[in-house]
């Protein structure tokens, strides 16, 4: 699977959005890009996943450049309850373990 | 979706001695997922479990230190064996559920182990 990069850490405003990058630079053509989340004593949570168009959800949106080296995660209007460690994974769709790097923690500030 | 409970949740336990981890899942899934993610680090692969096959480790993690069950297709056992304060991390099931086009991954609570 393509590694990913990501900033260790962002801080939001709450009411604002969130905007989480990701590079995914070696990602190849038939790997998905998938974002999880880690709230505070939970086990990950899945957020959304695309291949190559931009992708919304009820809780986010993903957009992936044109490329596919790089994407964004939004958060449209971040809540305190979205303060987590937020996790970028490319991979292969279906019975593939998660690798999971070190992530983003965004900190929502009210 | 799936929803998986694992028990415990948490334990202290002392050196030397073994704890086994319960991961149970509400439907029928293929291949189930056990990984570690020590204090505040990422979550670490330790092996996938198969029903009816022996599971498949990662690098660095072997079976007489984490030996797996897969007795059917809901549940699994996880045991960390002779511990030391090293092993004290949340160790967490997983399975992948397939909604369709979608595939994404779900996991348990964990379990939080210290060990001392």
Redesign the interface.
């Known amino acids: 699977d393509a590694k990913t990069t990501q900033p260790p850490s962002m801080d939001c405003a709450e009411g604002r959005a969130a905007n989480l990058p990701c590079n995914h630079s070696t990602i190849s053509g038939n790997e998905y890009v998938?974002w999880?989340r880690q709230i505070h004593?939970?086990?990950?949570?899945?957020i959304i996943?695309g291949l190559k168009n931009n992708e919304t959800n009820e809780m986010a949106s993903l957009i992936i450049t044109e490329d596919r080296k790089s994407s964004t995660l939004i958060l449209p209007h971040a809540t305190l309850r979205d303060t987590a460690?937020y996790?970028c994974i490319v991979l292969n769709?279906?019975?593939?373990?998660?690798?999971?790097?070190?992530?983003t923690r965004l900190s929502v500030i009210a | 979706s799936a929803v998986?409970s694992q028990k415990p949740s948490r334990d202290i336990c002392q050196r030397g001695t073994s704890l086994t981890i319960q991961c149970q899942v509400d439907s029928q899934v293929?291949?189930m997922?056990w990984?570690r993610q020590q204090p505040g680090q990422?979550?670490?692969?330790i092996a996938?479990a198969n029903q009816g096959s022996e599971a498949t480790y990662e690098s660095g993690f072997v079976i007489d230190k984490f030996p797996i069950s897969r007795p059917n297709l809901t549940f699994s056992t996880l045991t960390v064996s002779n511990m030391s304060p090293e092993d004290s991390s949340i160790y967490?099931c997983?399975v992948?559920g397939?909604t369709g086009i979608?595939?994404?991954?779900?996991?348990?609570?964990?379990t939080r182990l210290t060990v001392v």
């Not at chain 1, 004593?41 to 899945?46: H, I, M, V, W």
């Not at chain 1, 279906?94 to 992530?103: A, D, E, I, R, S």
Request: avoid cysteine.
């Open positions: 998938y999880y004593s939970q086990g990950p949570q899945y996943h460690v996790y769709s279906g019975n593939t373990p998660l690798v999971f790097g070190k992530g | 998986i293929t291949m997922f990984y990422s979550l670490t692969l996938t967490l997983s992948e397939d979608n595939t994404e991954a779900f996991f348990g609570q964990g």
